[in-house]
């Protein structure tokens, strides 16, 4: 085994802590508008919107204080224990502690992720060819964590909203006991990445933020027109029923069983992080161009068009994350890491405006939009690809 037995440590502790809060944020709007709370769905919506826009900002405080004042790991335990005690909160039947509970939970979570995932990264300041499989195996356990809290969460809130709630509290309460076993990692700075000039190493950062914005922007955009097809399909192979469960299950189960794949491979075979990113659109958009080419309510192919996009969401997605770490001076990586994200947040606040104005296109010039988007920004990927190997051969 590669990994250090810390790193282990934090990838589980990460996997519990996810389990929390996307089973907690699964529920929050049904409890919102049921029996308890009694808001009209708008109301929910508002608290929910502006819930998710917070943890953005929670995010930036986290790694401040991580960074600048309480160390990452002390910063993080006490974001496990807030994040503990804000879902015990919502167990009340009180509009009040509702708020605070949700208030805490915002901020737990912030100092939680953001320093969690700074101190695993830094678990390979002297170990960049690991860096890749790393953040793969990490993305793995956030999205096992996932599936896992919507599933078991979602379920026992259809018993009573206490329970899901309360689980929720257990499992991050788990999650921070985990986190508390590693030492905590004091500033090591990478000495062979440093050789490489600071502009050129924000550059990189800076393109890789592009390029996971835009593939998140363009998936988030061809929703419209996959979704239209697979209703088509599946209405025509009478598994309507089903729908939603083949759906959920399929994405979960492709995304899982790659990414379990990759971190291997990544672990034994090293190739450049913006050669990934360039695989990772370059097969998307070969997704996108089958759905195009396929015969009418074709459901083998729509099974491998899940799976293509699938894999080039797990080329693309840990990169962004890798290459942040790497070329990131590691006494600031929580602040790093955490500005990183709000780009990204601003993709998909551009991807909801631009939406608006799609569903009269159709299906098929969304998907020959997405492909040409693709296509061509897997071409700068490649040339960057060639620019960080040639850095890598002048060091």
Known sequence: ????????????????????????????????????????????????????????????????????????????????????????????????????????????????????????????????????????AFFLFVNVGAF????FL?????????????????????????????KELEYEANKVEFKTHIGLRALFIFIAIILSGIFWMVYELSFFGVYEIQESIIEKSYLTNYRELIMNMLNSYFGIAIAIILTVIWMFIYTNQFFKFFMGLIISAIAFMLLLIMPENNLPILLIFMFLLALGEMFVSPMLYAITTRYSNAKYLAIVLSVVSIPLMLFNKVSGKISEYLTDLGSERILIGSTIVLFFFSLIALTFWLIQKHSQKVQ
């Not at 929050?28 to 308890?36: A, K, N, S, Y």
């Not at 309360?166 to 508390?180: F, M, P, Q, S, V």
């Open 154 to 182: 979602g379920s026992i809130a259809e018993i009573n909203f206490k329970y899901g709630f309360a689980l929720g509290g257990i499992i991050t309460l788990i999650a921070t006991i985990i986190a508390y076993f590693p």
């Open 1 to 136: 085994m590669k990994y250090s037995k810390d790193a282990l440590l934090y990838i589980t502790s990460s996997c519990f802590e996810r389990a929390s809060f996307y089973g907690v944020r699964a529920i929050l709007v049904l409890f919102m508008v049921g029996e308890t709370m009694k808001m009209t769905t708008e109301e929910a919506l508002a608290v929910y919107g502006i819930f998710i826009t917070s943890l953005y900002g929670s995010k930036i405080i986290g790694a401040l204080f991580g960074d600048l004042l309480f160390g990452n790991k002390r910063a993080l335990l006490v974001g496990g224990l807030l994040q503990t005690i804000a879902c015990f909160m919502l167990c009340f039947s009180s509009l009040t502690l509702f708020y605070i509970g949700i208030g805490l939970f915002v901020l737990g979570n912030g100092f939680f992720t953001s320093n969690i995932v700074a101190q695993f990264g830094k678990q390979f300041t002297y170990k960049p060819k690991l860096i890749d499989s790393a953040f793969t």
């Open 148 to 151: 896992l809290g919507i599933t």
